[in-house]
């Protein structure tokens, strides 16, 4: 069984060989090759490189375009900073709808018009070249409430969505259109998985997220899942209250972030394949191996059967390989529903 | 003492006309600023710290708590100042150089203002000599750093570098917090605390305060 057949396996409920593993690397993985980042997220052909080194060295079952959360917004004309060796970030102060009535007059970005977005196209396709049928090609975009808060602001969307929702509801109907054409194209030129990252929905609370913001999520899946693609859906921080909703969007994989207990995952998402959710700083970066065995076999014994190893979110720049080694011998070692902990 | 409570309870529920409105009526009925801040503003914001703390209350409720407060010191402050009364102890706050991540710092900055600490908020970005120059000018008991990313992480061990090298460091108490930042990492920069969220953030800059 290859890596590819072991997520798709994994996600359809059949016999895998072993637990897959599927961190989620950036910086991380431009280490390995000894790229700034800053090149990483402008030159497909370095984070290609990147990524099919690390996935090599740490036996992970997907390679991944993910990168920053800026490149739909780049294309949309967004300011936005770049530095020589971390992510792309927003200034709020600049953001692009600091005046909300410039939504109406923005154009939807061509993902493949030479821009950011065409550039993660590229490596899909690099990538999938390169890696033909060995392990899933998993493409990248920004969720809803993520996407919403790059281009209004943080702290300014927090106070839309009860200030004016007739707005964000706007801004998100253009966010879920702009992130299917991108999917959509990321799909055609090789991806098999397409990643959802939306660190900014667990800071709204359960009552926003029901009302506004599932409904965002279930256009966006249900639009990437007729399109043929897997699903994966990553959110920063505590979803606590909001599991039981992220298990009814239907997402192929629900990566956790390390606030969730995987127990109460698992109680309010039972059927669900969970991935995650070592903590990243205090135990994958800055813990021993042993730190490392014990999180994640309790992760694994907390998810059951339906379970897939990875970090709670990116693994930070400076982790251990033998941390990360760690983290595949487990998975290596390990059959679905046959974890138990390590002394 | 109605505006006592129409102030609370404007503030818990975020409503910042009411919470304007509350203050006015209650600067008419002859309350002193200080007995709004005390009995009106630092309950409510407590128990907004609670209910965030709690998962109760989410971020939109704290940002619209925090705008609701501050609509009410727009009338207070003034007065304070007129009366040669002090604000509360002096903080600055700032999430450190290369980072633009700021909701985490503003979250603590919007609840240090409702517990009756004087907020002064340098932004994002903020270089090590602008943390150094606000402290020379501003003269703050308590310096808070923020960070969300482990490579700017290190911008807070800068700064602290920076504090020391202008004579400053002992006058002051540093605390620092951020998805990555660790209570390990604070000691090992030389910061006098840490904490994981918001409302301990709260706690520990009441405790290093009455400490300094």
Redesign the interface.
Request: hydrophobic share 45%; charged share 25%.
């Given at each position: 069984m290859n890596s590819r057949e072991r997520v798709l396996a994994m996600i359809d409920r059949r016999a895998v060989d072993r637990i897959p593993f599927m961190p989620i690397t950036m910086m991380f993985a431009a280490d390995q090759i000894g790229v700034k980042y800053g090149q990483y997220v402008s030159d497909y052909r370095m984070l290609v490189e990147a990524q099919l080194r690390t996935a090599e060295r740490f036996d992970i079952d997907q390679v991944s375009c993910i990168s920053d959360p800026t490149r739909e917004a780049c294309d949309l004309g967004a300011k936005v900073r770049f530095f020589d060796d971390q992510p792309p970030a927003f200034d709020e102060s600049e953001a692009m709808l600091a005046d909300k009535t410039i939504l109406a007059s923005l154009k939807l970005p061509d993902p493949l018009g030479g821009g950011r977005m065409h550039d993660r196209v590229k490596a899909a396709a690099l990538l999938k070249e390169r890696i033909g049928g060995d392990k899933i090609v998993e493409g990248w975009i920004e969720g809803p409430c993520g996407q919403a808060a790059n281009l209004r602001g943080i702290n300014r969307l927090m106070l839309d969505f009860i200030d004016d929702p007739a707005f964000v509801q706007d801004l998100l109907d253009f966010v879920v259109e702009m992130e299917l054409r991108f999917a959509r194209a990321q799909a055609e030129a090789g991806a098999g998985l397409m990643g959802v990252g939306d660190p900014a929905s667990s800071l709204a609370g359960p009552v926003i997220f029901r009302q506004m913001l599932m409904p965002a999520h279930k256009k966006l899946v249900d639009g990437l899942r007729a399109m043929g693609l897997r699903t994966r859906s990553h959110m920063c921080g505590s979803t606590k209250r909001i599991l039981k909703e992220r298990g009814d969007l239907g997402y192929d994989i629900i990566d956790l972030d390390s606030m969730v207990p995987l127990t109460a995952a698992r109680m309010n998402m039972p059927g669900e394949v969970l991935l995650g959710n070592v903590a990243t700083v205090e135990v994958l970066r800055n813990g021993s191996v042993g730190d490392v065995i014990d999180t994640v076999s309790k992760c694994g014994m907390d998810a059951g059967d339906l379970y897939i190893v990875g970090a709670g979110c990116e693994v930070p720049r400076d982790t251990p390989e033998e941390n990360m080694l760690a983290l595949l011998e487990f998975a290596r070692s390990h059959k679905p529903g046959a974890v138990t902990v390590v002394a | 003492m109605s505006s006592i409570k129409d102030l609370y309870d404007a503030i818990l529920v975020?409503d910042a006309k009411k919470a304007h409105s509350a203050t006015k009526a209650g600067i008419d009925a002859g309350l002193s600023p200080m007995d709004l801040i005390q009995q009106s503003m630092v309950p409510a914001m407590d128990e907004v710290g609670r209910l965030f703390e709690a998962?109760d209350?989410?971020?939109?409720?704290l940002?619209?708590a925090g705008?609701a407060m501050k609509s009410a010191m727009e009338l207070l402050r003034p007065l304070l100042i007129a009366s040669g009364q002090k604000l509360g102890t002096r903080v600055i706050i700032g999430t450190v150089k290369?980072?633009?991540?700021?909701?985490g710092k503003?979250i603590v900055a919007s609840m240090l203002e409702g517990s009756g600490f004087e907020v002064i908020d340098l932004g994002?970005?903020v270089a090590p000599e602008e943390f150094v120059t606000a402290v020379q000018e501003c003269e703050p008991r308590v310096v808070c750093m923020s960070a969300l990313?482990?490579?700017?992480m290190p911008a807070m061990r800068t700064t602290i570098e920076a504090l020391e090298s202008a004579g400053l460091r002992d006058r002051v108490k540093i605390l620092v917090g951020g998805?990555?930042v660790?209570s390990?990492y604070a000691a090992e920069i030389g910061a006098d605390g840490y904490s994981e969220n918001a409302s301990g953030a709260v706690t520990l800059v009441k405790e290093v305060s009455s400490a300094a």
């Amino acid at each position: 069984m290859n890596s590819r057949e072991r997520v798709l396996a994994m996600i359809d409920r059949r016999a895998v060989d072993r637990i897959p593993f599927m961190p989620i690397t950036m910086m991380f993985a431009a280490d390995q090759i000894g790229v700034k980042y800053g090149q990483y997220v402008s030159d497909y052909r370095m984070l290609v490189e990147a990524q099919l080194r690390t996935a090599e060295r740490f036996d992970i079952d997907q390679v991944s375009c993910i990168s920053d959360p800026t490149r739909e917004a780049c294309d949309l004309g967004a300011k936005v900073r770049f530095f020589d060796d971390q992510p792309p970030a927003f200034d709020e102060s600049e953001a692009m709808l600091a005046d909300k009535t410039i939504l109406a007059s923005l154009k939807l970005p061509d993902p493949l018009g030479g821009g950011r977005m065409h550039d993660r196209v590229k490596a899909a396709a690099l990538l999938k070249e390169r890696i033909g049928g060995d392990k899933i090609v998993e493409g990248w975009i920004e969720g809803p409430c993520g996407q919403a808060a790059n281009l209004r602001g943080i702290n300014r969307l927090m106070l839309d969505f009860i200030d004016d929702p007739a707005f964000v509801q706007d801004l998100l109907d253009f966010v879920v259109e702009m992130e299917l054409r991108f999917a959509r194209a990321q799909a055609e030129a090789g991806a098999g998985l397409m990643g959802v990252g939306d660190p900014a929905s667990s800071l709204a609370g359960p009552v926003i997220f029901r009302q506004m913001l599932m409904p965002a999520h279930k256009k966006l899946v249900d639009g990437l899942r007729a399109m043929g693609l897997r699903t994966r859906s990553h959110m920063c921080g505590s979803t606590k209250r909001i599991l039981k909703e992220r298990g009814d969007l239907g997402y192929d994989i629900i990566d956790l972030d390390s606030m969730v207990p995987l127990t109460a995952a698992r109680m309010n998402m039972p059927g669900e394949v969970l991935l995650g959710n070592v903590a990243t700083v205090e135990v994958l970066r800055n813990g021993s191996v042993g730190d490392v065995i014990d999180t994640v076999s309790k992760c694994g014994m907390d998810a059951g059967d339906l379970y897939i190893v990875g970090a709670g979110c990116e693994v930070p720049r400076d982790t251990p390989e033998e941390n990360m080694l760690a983290l595949l011998e487990f998975a290596r070692s390990h059959k679905p529903g046959a974890v138990t902990v390590v002394a | 003492m109605s505006s006592i409570k129409d102030l609370y309870d404007a503030i818990l529920v975020g409503d910042a006309k009411k919470a304007h409105s509350a203050t006015k009526a209650g600067i008419d009925a002859g309350l002193s600023p200080m007995d709004l801040i005390q009995q009106s503003m630092v309950p409510a914001m407590d128990e907004v710290g609670r209910l965030f703390e709690a998962e109760d209350y989410f971020v939109p409720e704290l940002l619209l708590a925090g705008r609701a407060m501050k609509s009410a010191m727009e009338l207070l402050r003034p007065l304070l100042i007129a009366s040669g009364q002090k604000l509360g102890t002096r903080v600055i706050i700032g999430t450190v150089k290369g980072d633009l991540h700021d909701i985490g710092k503003n979250i603590v900055a919007s609840m240090l203002e409702g517990s009756g600490f004087e907020v002064i908020d340098l932004g994002a970005d903020v270089a090590p000599e602008e943390f150094v120059t606000a402290v020379q000018e501003c003269e703050p008991r308590v310096v808070c750093m923020s960070a969300l990313l482990t490579v700017t992480m290190p911008a807070m061990r800068t700064t602290i570098e920076a504090l020391e090298s202008a004579g400053l460091r002992d006058r002051v108490k540093i605390l620092v917090g951020g998805a990555p930042v660790t209570s390990q990492y604070a000691a090992e920069i030389g910061a006098d605390g840490y904490s994981e969220n918001a409302s301990g953030a709260v706690t520990l800059v009441k405790e290093v305060s009455s400490a300094a």
